[in-house]
């Protein structure tokens, strides 16, 4: 069975930063391309970040550029996403997601983690 | 606002059939054949059920189908059951970013 299982979560106030985590078992997580993706309220889902399996190649939407970076460990199995300079708009559901070998589609996602941004 | 439009609900009686559309433009939906779509129930993550337009991936039921014309995607649920009630979600990859998703349709089962 896949499993992705985010963690890190939490309140934060504006200008704080957090770290969240995603442990993935059940597949070749080092073979794995990931996204994080969140889902803010009342919107719809938004690809924040994306890693390729070398660690090093990677891209970040526009509204968190320079504010969030994205790691891997893959002897760890795990995928982490480094978020400073929090704003309310980066309020959201946050999932860990595995791109499959075809056109960037998403074949797994965790169950996310709520991080809000608030005084 | 999201990239890819869907209605914001649809409904349907257990045994009926329902569609969800997905329009984009020609700079994703309309060129590209990676649209998937993902069922949501509450408080869980988005699960694949299908993918590349219209493949099922393994175990997904065969009451669930996609297509496509032009810029619009669709999602066919047929036989409808009390469990098929969630939010749905496609997405495209795009010329200019990786993926696009749209705003989400939730599904009533009457």
């Known amino acids: 069975e896949v499993r992705l299982v985010e963690s890190g979560g939490a309140l934060v106030q504006p200008g704080g930063s957090l770290r969240l985590s995603c442990a993935v078992s059940?597949?070749?997580?080092?073979?794995?391309?990931m996204y994080w993706v969140r889902h803010a309220p009342g919107k719809g889902l938004v690809w924040v970040s994306y890693?390729?399996?070398?660690?090093?190649?990677?891209g970040y939407a526009d509204s968190v550029k320079g504010r969030f970076t994205i790691s891997r460990d893959n002897a760890e199995n795990t995928l982490f996403l480094q978020m400073t300079s929090l704003r309310a708009e980066d309020t959201a559901v946050y999932y860990c997601a595995r791109i499959s070998n075809r056109g960037w589609q998403i074949d797994y996602w965790g169950q996310g983690t709520l991080v809000t941004v608030s005084s | 606002q999201s990239a890819l439009t869907q209605p914001a609900s649809v409904s349907g009686s257990p045994g009926q059939s329902i569609t969800i559309s997905c329009t984009g433009t020609s700079s994703d939906v309309g060129t590209f054949n990676y649209v998937s779509w993902y069922q949501q129930h509450p408080g869980k993550g988005p699960k694949l059920v299908i993918s590349d337009v219209t493949n099922r991936p393994s175990g997904i039921s065969n009451r669930f189908s996609g297509s496509k014309s032009g810029n619009t995607a669709s999602l066919t649920i047929s036989g409808l059951q009390a469990g098929d009630e969630a939010d749905y979600y496609c997405s495209s990859y795009t010329a200019s970013s990786p993926v696009v998703f749209g705003g989400g349709t939730k599904l009533t089962v009457l």
């Open positions: 890693i390729k399996t070398d660690g090093i190649s990677t």
């Open positions: 059940g597949v070749c997580f080092s073979c794995s391309w």
